[in-house]
Nanobody, 121 residues
Framework: QAQLVESGGGSVQAGGSLRLSCATF?????MGWFRQAPGKEREWVTT???????TYAGPVKGRFTFSQDNTKNTLYLQMDSLKPEDTAMYYC??????????????????WGQGTQVTVSS
C-alpha cells in the first residue's frame, strides 16, 4: 500500500492559486513537499517537524502555506501568487527527524507519486 497519495495539481495562469493534497497512511516525524522541474534537481519546498511550525524555502516563502488535517490524515500545500518558475512536478515526502534537519531528499524514505503543476505567463 502506498504511504503517500497526492492530488490537486493542474494548470493555472500566473498569479493564480492551487491546493495540493497528500493523504498519508503512516505516522512520521517529518513531512514535507519537494518539487522537480525538467532538467533540474529535486528541490525542497517546505517541511514540518512534529510539534513545530512549517519552514519554507526562500522562493516560496510568503506565497505557499503548508498545513495538515490530522482528523483526515492529509497534508495540504496551498500555493498562491503562482509564478511560471513554480512549474514542476510536486511530491509530498515523509521520514524521520533527520530528514527535517538535513532537508536532503535522499533522507526521505517515503514519497508520493507526484502531481504536475504548470503555471503559464
Amino acid at each position: 500500500q502506498a504511504q503517500l497519495v497526492e492530488s490537486g495539481g493542474g494548470s493555472v495562469q500566473a498569479g493564480g492559486s492551487l491546493r495540493l493534497s497528500c493523504a498519508t497512511f503512516g505516522v512520521y516525524d517529518c513531512m514535507g513537499w519537494f518539487r522537480q522541474a525538467p532538467g533540474k534537481e529535486r528541490e525542497w519546498v517546505t517541511t514540518i517537524h512534529v510539534g513545530d511550525l512549517p519552514t519554507y524555502a526562500g522562493p516560496v516563502k510568503g506565497r505557499f502555506t503548508f498545513s495538515q488535517d490530522n482528523t483526515k490524515n492529509t497534508l495540504y500545500l496551498q500555493m498562491d501568487s503562482l509564478k511560471p518558475e513554480d512549474t514542476a512536478m510536486y511530491y509530498c515526502a515523509a521520514g524521520g527527524s533527520v530528514a527535517c534537519f538535513s532537508l536532503r531528499f535522499t533522507d526521505f524514505p517515503y514519497w508520493g507519486q507526484g502531481t504536475q503543476v504548470t503555471v503559464s505567463s
